[in-house]
């Protein structure tokens, strides 16, 4: 099957600086790409759609200044958090569908570990 | 507003038995379903997906019904096994929209 991946896999940092998470699709190109963020015992809950070449659309609630995402090419999109707070400590995972408008063929990444101290 | 429950935070069950989850809807009309299986700190992994129009889906030990008239999906898993122990996630999508709709899961664990 289809391979995303995520890196790093976790981080830690202070609070107040700046974090990137890199979602990539190894053996795929993805003009689209989801961010998740799950809290502990919680669902996922849906922050943006990442598009390459154009802005990312966000939900309702995400603060677009404090998720600045990044699709610079068919394989990679970025999420920075910027200014982190140790509320913005969760687990964020993308997703990319292999098959462009194939929304029901989604292929998740492994996550990655934000704990902001 | 959309919502997506899955019957319990948690189900213990012995293994052998059938382990059977629980996902309903309310104010959506979903184009199809989907099964996640998600372990400790990583992605959900897709299992399986039933259409609106379908009644029913087998892959292996597992088995989807989806009723659209009761809003509800039945997983289950035959035969279970310790190795199933898991986080299960139902997830609504619809055939004009790209995002897909999590449940919060249900944590399943298989005692031997």
């Known amino acids: 099957g289809a391979v995303v991946s995520q890196h790093p896999s976790w981080v830690i940092c202070k609070s107040g600086t700046s974090v990137k998470i890199e979602c990539r699709s190894l053996d795929f190109q993805a003009t689209t790409m989801f961010w998740y963020r799950q809290f502990p015992k919680q669902s996922l809950m849906l922050m943006a759609t990442s598009n390459e070449g154009s802005k990312a659309t966000y939900e309702q609630g995400v603060e677009k200044d404090k998720f600045l995402i990044n699709h610079a090419s068919l394989t990679l999109s970025t999420l920075t958090v910027t200014s982190a707070h140790p509320e913005d400590s969760s687990f964020y995972i993308c997703?990319?569908?292999?098959?462009?408008?194939?929304?029901?063929?989604?292929?998740f990444g492994p996550g990655t570990r934000l704990t902001v101290l | 507003s959309q919502k997506i429950e899955q019957n319990s935070e948690a189900l213990n069950i012995q293994e052998g038995k059938t382990a059977t989850l629980t996902c309903n809807y309310t104010n959506y009309s979903p184009a199809y379903l989907q099964w996640y299986r998600q372990d400790p700190g990583r992605g959900p992994v897709f299992l399986l997906l039933?259409?609106?129009?379908?009644k029913e889906k087998r892959k292996e030990r597992l088995k989807v019904t989806f009723d659209t008239t009761l809003k509800q999906s039945l997983f289950h898993i035959t035969a279970s096994q310790p190795a199933d122990s898991a986080t299960y996630l139902c997830?609504?999508?619809?055939?004009?929209?790209?995002?897909?709709?999590f449940g919060s899961g249900t944590r399943l664990s298989i005692r031997p």
């Open positions: 997830a609504l999508g619809s055939s004009s929209a790209s995002k897909i709709i």
């Open positions: 039933i259409r609106e129009n379908e």
């Open positions: 997703s990319a569908p292999k098959t462009s408008g194939r929304w029901n063929e989604q292929f």
